[in-house]
């Protein structure tokens, strides 16, 4: 069964920068044959997609909102996927949760919440002077 630990969140002042990490662990399952997705949601609202990659990291896809100020990578020998975020703004504050998707694709999957069946607990993200 996989199992998502996500990590690196905390308080931060508007234009800072944050690197979250997602570390996979479990038995029976193979990272590197999953597709996995960054999601976010801020009090009140509900959750939405910010980035996703392949099983293999060649490929990848952003919200609008976080284009050119995110970036999202993996390392398939660690186990682990990375979103370092940079020029933070107050609205990117909520917490983030990781997910996967067990997909072998060329092309990064959509964000589609109900396409992801493991998810992490999340990490609270805060952007505030």
């Known amino acids: 069964q996989l199992q998502l630990v996500e990590s690196g969140g905390g308080l931060v002042q508007p234009g800072g920068s944050l690197r979250l990490s997602c570390a996979a662990s479990?038995?029976?399952?193979?990272?590197?044959?999953?597709?996995i997705g960054w999601f976010r949601q801020a009090p009140g609202k509900e959750r939405e997609g910010v980035s996703c990659?392949?099983?293999?990291?060649?490929?990848?896809n952003y919200a609008d909102s976080v284009k050119g100020r995110f970036t999202m990578s993996r390392d398939n020998a660690k186990n682990t996927v990375y979103l370092q975020m940079n020029n933070l703004k107050p609205e990117d504050t909520a917490v983030y949760y990781c997910?996967?998707?067990?997909?072998?694709?060329?092309?990064?999957?959509?964000?589609?919440?109900?396409?992801?069946?493991?998810w992490g607990q999340g990490t609270q993200v805060t952007v505030s002077s």
């Open positions: 997910a996967a998707d067990p997909l072998l694709s060329a092309t990064a999957p959509m964000c589609v919440i109900s396409q992801f069946g493991s």
């Open positions: 479990g038995s029976g399952f193979t990272f590197h044959y999953y597709a």
């Open positions: 990659i392949n099983n293999n990291g060649g490929s990848t």
